[in-house]
């Protein structure tokens, strides 16, 4: 008979294994972020196909822009963003811890870039911008419940 044998009763239930905290009605919150980010991937990739094939399509000029550059840069400054967006989105979607602080950081520059694209798309970067928001919110106050 051993020490841990011979201290324990008989009558004393068996030790239980820790148990995992349950996931919250929250985690929905996580999901969305996620929806969200890669939604707003797709957004980003459009926005800058438009801007590399169509310059004609927006309200202004590049001289008209806050940050006065080429359609052509500001396409693939956006097509950049979204493609990082969209691997995001798909990686917090599999609960990795990364995607969060990845999520959170794409989010704000993505916000950024909209901000100073808008003049040349408004109501499309306001929506963007909006999302964005959100998907900040989302992620910095429920993050840890896709931990579960």
């Known amino acids: 008979m051993t020490d841990t044998e011979s201290k ?9 294994p820790a148990r995992r905290p349950q996931p919250t009605g929250w985690v929905g919150m996580v999901v969305f972020a996620g929806v969200m980010l890669l939604m707003l991937g797709g957004f980003q990739i459009v926005e800058g196909l438009v ?10 000029t590049d001289a008209g822009l806050i940050i006065p550059m080429d359609f052509s840069a500001w ?8 493609a990082i967006t969209l691997g995001t989105g798909f990686g917090l979607l599999f609960g990795q811890t990364w995607a969060r602080v990845v999520g959170v950081i794409i989010a704000v520059f993505s916000a950024l870039a ?9 109501i499309w970067s306001t929506i963007v911008i909006a999302l964005d928001v ?10 840890r419940e896709v931990r579960y």
């Not at 324990?8 to 239980?16: E, F, M, N």
């Not at 909209?114 to 408004?122: D, E, M, Q, S, V």
């Not at 959100?134 to 993050?143: R, S």
């Open 51 to 60: 801007a590399l094939f169509r310059d004609d399509f927006y309200v202004t």
């Open 75 to 82: 396409g693939w400054t956006h097509l950049i963003i979204g």
């Open 134 to 143: 959100l998907v900040i919110y989302a992620l910095t106050v429920h993050g």
């Open 8 to 16: 324990r009763s008989y009558d004393d239930p068996p030790p239980q």
């Open 114 to 122: 909209n901000l100073a694209f808008l003049p040349a798309y408004p």
